[in-house]
């Protein structure tokens, strides 16, 4: 007779996956604030919008997808892009600059993409990419590839007509799209009750598709409402929507002073954080202890410093690489 | 060879792209039931039914942002939006995605989807239905802009537009669909992008146009040579990026003198780039300072004697060549 652990209340996840998760969750939060400091150091130039606290949303939701899912995903798309499976040395290196980043340096932060990965980019218009994400959805369909696609963006999009565009037309059009969104409860600076007449979810309903509001910070939560999702879009009954309430720690950019919201707001928050409660839960029912923790965090530790050496030692596109994928010709291939 | 109008030969070009190539699929705004607005897609639906025909809602940013999805999943999507001047709404989609995510991928993604639009005023549809684009959308690197003048080059050039793997901006000025002519049947007649044509010979002077502006053009030379006995060259340039500037500098050193006919604004147009490249490659062969006979910079008034008053007319460009021979 073998041990068996109880895993946290209502969930089915093993010891393995739940660990998984708190490794991922662990090196997204470290992965940025390496990146915060590299900012400041002037390694890292351009917008840099820091994914601390929202960890539980990339992990949870990317963990539900298979590997011919697409994802598109919004600015702030460091933790999407990791989640997703991305070489997190070609993604600080895509920081950088460089030549070897997984856009060749030509993106920076707000625009990763890995197309191997099925990561067809982070969009920095926003709900710009919405309307993508309806017509991969197309393609989808009009090929019978049976993929889905998983669309993140922020509470800031739902003012934007493309939201709403988007939305009708995956409905009418019936596409396997999963709308994600990451309600931080600030677009910039401003908050989220005086953005919006009413609720995210009640938008999508509206629109006659299914529409859940889940707890951001609790990332089984996060991935049993993807699973729903995902299951829903690619059995052919068309988008689904979800609402993770979240919060971010960091301000909106490395430039925010934050002069929109107290101290004591983001310490309330940070009481919900995810990393810390799937620790005390997998501590609790006997899944983890402080020596594999300790090994998690060395490991994150080595992977985000071989990343910045990486980064580092990586050369510059070359100047005569300018006019490189302008148009796409035939001899491209 | 067929005698047909410009919005047949369009016709003629899609169904046999379509017929071609089963990943091109058509959406747009009463591109279905309605036969489209300039009855460009009529009997389309009919004949490659609702999976490849899509009437959408009045949704411009959305449906050319679920095109680039589309073409980002592998169909080449040509997405028709009725006309120019609604094409503002999209512009973010067009300008910031597709004209850009090859680029910002390092080649790994790539947009190839048609974007359709008429163009043009001179109909008395008031300013907000009247916009001539298309050195907007040249503007931008990455997009590539055809603007076809003729029935035979509608068609060439549109199934040159589905055999590339960019997005290409397809701007048929709305004068120009009724305008008969002699169109190839043949399935593989394409006109390659950036190949300027030469319409009429001449040595005096090279008259510069595209699109809608291309007939004030060759109506002027036509005059010139009745009653002046001055013979121009007119030179239709059919895309504006790739721009084949080659033909018109070839056509400028012969002539030396050059007038850029254009049915856009003159402030800020692409006429101001076309002026600027010839005195850049050609400024020793100039006999005049090249002219510029463009749209007044006002918005198109609805009534008619005012709107003709704003935009270029055949006498503008027959005076615009006289001044160039006065001492």
Known sequence: ?333 | MAEMRMRDALREALREEMLRDETIFLMGEDIGLYGGSYAVTKGLLEEFGEARVIDTPIAESGIVGAGIGAAMGGLHPMVELMTINFSFLALDQIVNSAAKLHHMSNGQIHVPMVIRMASGGGSQLAATHSHSLEGMYAHFPGLKVVCPSNAADAKGLLKRAFRDQNTVIFIEHTANYAIKGEVPDDPDFLIEFGVANILREGTDVTIVGYGGSVHQATRAAALLEEQEEISAEVIDLRTLQPLDMDTVIASVKKTNRCVIVEDAWRFGGFGGELASQVMERAFDWLDAPVARVACKDVPLPYNRNLEFAALPSEEDVVDAVLGMFKE
């Not at chain 1, 979800?242 to 430039?255: F, Q, V």
């Open chain 1, 1 to 333: 007779m073998t041990t068996e652990t109880t895993s946290p209340a209502g969930t089915s996840l093993g010891a393995e996956q739940l660990g998984k998760f708190l490794y991922e969750m662990m090196l997204i939060r470290h992965f940025e604030e390496k990146c915060g400091e590299l900012y400041t150091k002037g390694k890292i130039r351009g917008f840099l919008h820091l994914y601390t606290g929202q960890e539980a949303c990339a992990v949870g939701s990317m963990a539900a997808l298979e590997e011919r899912d697409k994802v598109v995903t919004h600015y702030r798309d460091h933790g999407h892009a990791l989640a997703r499976g991305l070489d997190p040395n070609r993604v600080m290196a895509e920081l950088f600059g460089k030549a070897t980043g997984v856009s060749g340096g030509r993106g920076g932060s707000m625009h990763l993409y890995d197309v191997s990965k099925g990561f067809l980019g982070g969009y920095a218009i926003v709900a710009a990419h919405l309307p993508l994400a309806v017509g991969l959805g197309m393609a989808s369909n009009m090929k019978s590839e049976g993929y889905v696609t998983l669309c993140v963006f922020g509470d800031g999009s739902v003012g934007e007509g493309e939201f709403h565009e988007a939305l009708n037309l995956s409905v009418l059009w019936n596409t396997p799209t999963i709308f994600f969104c990451e309600n931080n409860l600030y677009g910039m600076g401003v908050p989220f009750h005086a953005s919006l007449s009413t609720e995210i979810p009640k938008l999508a309903a509206a629109y006659n598709m299914p529409a859940v509001s889940v707890d951001g910070m609790d990332v089984i939560a996060v991935h049993e409402a993807t699973n729903k999702a995902v299951d829903h879009a690619r059995s052919g009954k068309g988008p689904y929507f979800i609402e993770a309430m979240t919060y971010r720690y960091r301000g909106h950019s490395m430039s925010d002073p934050e002069l929109y919201r107290l101290k004591d707001e983001v310490e309330e928050h940070r009481q919900r954080d995810a990393i810390e409660r799937l620790k005390t839960q997998m501590m609790e029912a006997g899944q983890l202890d402080e020596a594999r923790y300790q090994e998690f965090a060395e490991r994150v530790d080595q992977v985000v410093d071989e990343s910045v050496e990486f980064a580092e030692r990586s050369p510059q596109p070359g100047i005569e690489t300018l006019y490189d994928h302008l148009y796409k010709e035939p001899s491209d291939g």
